[in-house]
């Protein structure tokens, strides 16, 4: 009979159950920090990667040899910036996971459950499509889109799965699209807006939830 | 004056109970394995305390199948819906008497 008692108990654990059933909260501030690092490595690599072909094709620009090189060079250069790409994903993804995990072990709220589904799929969505996009973007060769898209689309999965997760990936998701919708108007600096998105951003709202819901956490194990 | 305990509906008394429930309130349908992670209790626990609030009706099942495996799901009724509601207000009532 406990309800009879304490009442406040009660309410509290209806609210707790409310709150963990119907939205994933284990998402560690550090995921967004790990993964806001991986990006920012990322962009100064393709950066000299980008830079070192541009001095490279400015050298041999007049003979006619030249020509050659600089399309096999602009495939080449595309196709390592893609590989740059996917490993960035894979590595980010990776730590991102490993923090949530390990914050999951402390608070004892299992990681793998009904909400992370939900936001898995809520997030899958937009990202495939938004890859086939750009897919179809670098085959037409118009590159200065694919850094928009990436950061339009990530955006809009993650509007589409915060309402699974803690609210305030809501206004992370906002900020992407802001970036990318800029960023279309300023095709030439897509690499420093994909580094602000993915880098910056994503260290800044780490920062934020960690300071806000980890700081004070305890350990329940 | 009346009592405010007696607005507190018995069936809610339970934890268990209480939190299945509270599951219920804000999800559509739920899956009787999701359920059981959620509320960390043994098959037989949680299974009785379904079937106690599916008497009342408070609660739907839905049995289907995932293949060959069978998936029965959960759902609110509106009476569920209503009762559930209503104990939370009074215990929200009771708090506010105390202070």
Request: aromatic share 12%.
């Amino acid at each position: 009979m406990y309800s009879e008692n304490k009442p406040t108990q009660a309410l509290e654990e209806i609210k707790q159950m409310m709150h963990r059933s119907s939205r994933f909260v284990s998402l560690s501030g550090w995921s967004g920090i790990a993964a806001g690092i991986c990006a920012l490595v990322a962009a100064w690599i393709a950066h000299q990667k980008i830079s070192q072909y541009t001095l490279e094709n400015s050298t041999n620009y007049n003979d006619m040899q030249g020509a050659y090189i600089f399309k096999d060079g602009q495939l080449l250069l595309a196709n390592q910036l893609l590989i740059i790409g996917i490993l960035t994903f894979i590595v980010a993804f990776f730590f991102a996971f490993l923090f949530t995990w390990f914050r999951s072990r402390k608070t004892g709220i299992p990681v793998w459950g009904f909400t992370a589904r939900k936001v898995i799929i809520n997030i899958a969505v937009p990202m495939l499509v938004g890859a086939l996009l750009i897919w179809r973007i670098t085959d037409l060769g118009v590159y200065g889109l694919v850094a928009p898209a990436c950061l339009l689309f990530y955006g809009l999965a993650l509007i589409n799965a915060s309402k699974f997760t803690l609210s305030e990936v809501r206004y992370l998701g906002y900020l992407q699209l802001l970036l990318g919708v800029i960023n279309l108007w300023a095709m030439s600096y897509g690499l420093y807006f994909w580094a602000a998105g993915f880098g910056v951003l994503h260290i800044l709202y780490g920062i934020v939830m960690w300071n806000k819901y980890e700081r004070n956490e305890k350990s329940v194990v | 004056m009346k009592n405010p305990i007696s607005g507190l509906n018995k069936i809610f008394d339970n934890r268990i109970r209480l939190g299945v429930m509270s599951v219920l309130i804000v999800n559509e349908e739920i899956s009787f394995n999701d359920l059981k992670a959620m509320l960390e209790v043994t098959d037989g626990n949680l299974a009785t305390h379904l079937v106690s609030l599916e008497e009342n009706g408070f609660i739907k099942v839905h049995k289907g199948f995932i293949g060959r495996k069978t998936n029965t799901t959960y759902s609110i009724t509106k009476l569920g819906d209503r009762e559930f509601k209503n104990h939370v207000r009074v215990l929200e009532g009771m708090i506010k008497g105390i202070k």
